[in-house]
DNA sequence: TTGTCGCGGGG
DNA sequence: GTGTACGCGACAA
C-alpha cells in the first residue's frame, strides 16, 4: 500500500518493527534496541545520523568559506564541512543544516554569531528561541529517519520491571532504603532487604543498593515502571547511591542514571518542599541509557485529566478504583512502614510486592496511551509519556510533518495579546426535574476545527487539520477492530490504547491553538473562532430543544441536560434529539447520551441524577468533596435519593434521623471527623502557631502529642466545647477508639447550614425553613410536611440567535 | 465577599 | 539546559 503524505506525518516512514529505546549522542551515534513480537531476543544495533538544526538564515555560517555546502554538492558529507538545504516557503526557519558531529556544527553556529554580535555566546539557547530549532539528540534521529518506537509489539512484548523503594521516612538526606520490591512480566519477583546479608548501617543499604542495580541489569529490562517513580523512588535512590558512594550503573550502555529536564505537562508538581534545592529534586526526571523510565503517576493524571472520576492519585486507591488490588493485600499506614518492618518484616514484604503488582496493573491499564503515542510521534517512549499532549507529541508531530514536505517552519507563536474567549455555561433552571435527558456533541471543538477548516494561520500546509483528519478517521477504525478482539486479548489492548491515544490527540488539538508561546503554531483567531461557533451550536441546540417542548436545565460547552413533559416515552425523547441534530452540519454530532428519572439541579456543574433502575450519582464539588465529614454524605445520598422520587416525608425522616444521632450520639465518632494531612513538621508549625493556629495540628497536640511525622495522615474532630480533637487510629488508619465527645451541636449546625443547603433549590424558602427546621428551636408557623412537593424554578431563557455569551 | 496559601504523591 | 501547572478548598481578613 502507498503511504500517502498525510499519513507519513502521523505514523513516519520508516517501518523498522520492534525498537524499544533508543540512545543517541551529539557526535551523530546512534544505539537502537530492538525486540522481535514474541520472543525474548534483544537485539542493539549500532546505526550513523547527521546531527542537524534549523536555522533563519546562513550569515553566521558563511565563515566557513568552502567548508559550508549545500547537500548535493561533493564533500558536503565530510567530517569537517557544514551541509545546508533551503526549505520552501514562507518561515522563520528556512535551513536545515547538518554536520557529521553536533559540535561542530554548533560551534561554527556560536562562532558565526558571537562575531556577528561582537560578544562570546556560548550555547544555542542564549540566541534564544528565534535564532535556532535544536532538538534533543534522540529526536532528531527519529525525526530525520522517520522512524519510531514499537512497530510490530504489544504492550506485554516490552520487558517491564516494576520496583519499590521502602525507607525510613520521605527524606533522603536523613532516612534510608531498608527493602526494595522488585518484579518483571516475564514472571520474577524477589524483595532484597538490610537484613540478610549480615551487615549493618550504611554498609547495609549501600550493598542493597548495589543488589538492585545488579538485579536490574541481569533481569535486562526495556522498560522500569512505578508510582512516583521520578518523584521519589529515583531520586531518593539517587540522592543515597551519591551518599553512599554507590554507583548506580542502571543502563545498557554508558551506565549512569542521568538526570533530564523536566518535561512540561504532568511532571511532579512543586512541592511543599522547604527550600530550592529541595523543590529541584522533586521537579527532576530521570533518564538511562536504554531502558525508559516510567512514572505510573503521569497515566494516572493524563486519564484522570478527562475522566475526573478518581479518589484521589495515589496507587492504592487507583488500584482499589480499578479493581486491581487483590483480596489479600497488605495495608500499612506510610509512616508505619518501618515501625511495622522492625516487628513484623513479613508484613512489610507483602505489602511492598502488592505494591509492585498494583503498579504494574496500572501501568497495563492505563499506560497504554503512552505506548501507542510512542509508534507515532518521533520522540522516546519516556518522554511521550511525561509529556502534555499539545507540546509534547502534536509538536514533534507538526515538526516531523513540516521537514518530511520540506517545507520552512515558523518560529514558536507569540501571544499577540488577544483575549481568549471560553465557552458557554448555562443554567436554565434550579430544583428538581423529572423525565430528564442528557444531550451532547461529541468531540465538539475538534469537530469544528475539521468542519469548518479552522486551523493554524502559519500552518501553510495544513498539517494539524490533517493529522486531525485521519486522527478521528483511524481512531473510528481502531474502535470498531478492539470490539471485534475478544476481551482480554493483546489484540484488544493494543486496539483501545490505540484509539485512548488518538482521543488524547483529537481532545487537544483545540489546546493546542490556544497556547501562544508554548506551541509553535498556536491562533488564538483561530482558538477563538473554535469557541464562537461551539457557543453557536450549543445556543442552538438549546433553541431548538426548547421548540420541541424540553424543558432546559443546564448546558454547558458542548451538552445540555432537559426534561420532557409527562406522559412522553423515550421514543419521544430520542426524536427531539435526532431532530435538533439534522439541523447540524454534518461532522457536528449530537448524541443522545442517557436518560434520568429525575435530576437535582444546585448550580452548574453540580447536580444529582437518578436513573432509571434506581441509581444515584452525585456530581461536583457541592456534592462530592473528599475532605468532607463522611456523616454529611452519608445524610446528602439518602435525603436526595428521597427527594428525587418525591417522597419528602423521607427527606424529613433522613434528617432528623441524622440530627437525633449526632444529638444522642449514636453515631460513630469517625463519620463526624474529617481525614486530615499534617504536612508541615512539628518544628515549621510551632513556628507559625503563634500567627495562625490550624485546627489538624492543635488536634494532635490536645491529644498530648508533641511529635508526629511530615505527611502523617490523621482523623481530627470537634470535640465537647468547641476544642479540636485527634480520632486515634491503628497502623493501617483505622479507628481505634471512639470516644464520642464530639460536639453534636457543632455537627447539627453544620448539618443544616452545609449539607441540607444543598436541596434549597428544590424548595421555596418557607417550605425549606418547614423541612429543616433548627430541631433545637422548632418553627411555630410549619406547613404539614404532606403539602410539600420539590419544585424546578426557571432561571434564564434560551440564549437568542446570535446572542450567545 | 475577597484574597492568600497550600495541596496533590512517595515512606 | 530553563522555566511557566492547575484547579480547588480552607482559612483569614
Redesign the pocket.
Known sequence: MQASLEDEWLWGWDATPGIVSVWAERTGRAVVWRRAAGSDTLTREEDRFRPWLLLPALDDLTHLGARLLPEEAPGAELFDSVAWRELTGAGQFRYLVSASDSRTLEAAVLAGASARLKRQIT?L?DLGDEAAL?L?PEEQYLVATGRTYFGGLAFDDLHRLQF???????NPAQHSIFLVAVRDNRGFSAVLDVAERGLDGPAAEADLIRRLVALIRQRDPDVIEN??LH??DLPFLARRAELLGVTLALGRIGGGLRRR????GYG?????EADASER?E?RGRYTVAGRELIDT?DAVRRYDFAARDLP??????VARHFGLASPDREYV???Q??QTWLVDPARVRHY?LD?VNEADGVARLLGGAAFALARMAPRRYERLADAGPATGVLDPLLVRAYLRAGAALPARSVSDGVQHSGASLYLFAAGVATRVVKADVSSLYPSLMRQYRIGPASDRLGALLALVDRLVEQRLAAKRRARAAPPGSRERHTDEALSAAMKILVNSAYGYLAAP??TRFADVHAANEVTRRGRAVLGLLCRELAARGATLIEGDTDGVYFAVPEGWSEADERRIVAEVATLLPPLIRLEFEGRYAAMLSHEPKNYALLAWDGALTLRG?AFR?S??EPFGEIFLREAIAALLIDDIPGVRRAYLAMVEALQRRTLATRLVAARV?L??TPERYLATRG??????YEAVLASGRTRW?????ALVYRATGGQPALLPTTDDGEPSDDPRDYDATHYIRLLRETFAARLARAFTPDDFATLFDNPIQPSLFASPIETIHPTLTARMAPPVEGDEQ
Request: glycine share 14%.
Open positions: 550555547r539557547a535544536s534533543p519499590d523503594l521502602e525507607t525510613t521516612g520521605l508510582h512516583n518523584g521519589f529536564p523536566a518535561s512540561r511532579p508538581w512543586r512541592g511543599a529541584d522533586a503517576l484521589g492519585h495515589g496507587l492504592k486507591a499506614a506510610g509512616a512502614v518501618y511492598a505494591d508561546g508554548l464539588v468533596s475532605r468532607a494531612r504536612s508541615k500567627a495562625r493556629r490550624e485546627a489538624s511525622e511530615q505527611g502523617e495522615h
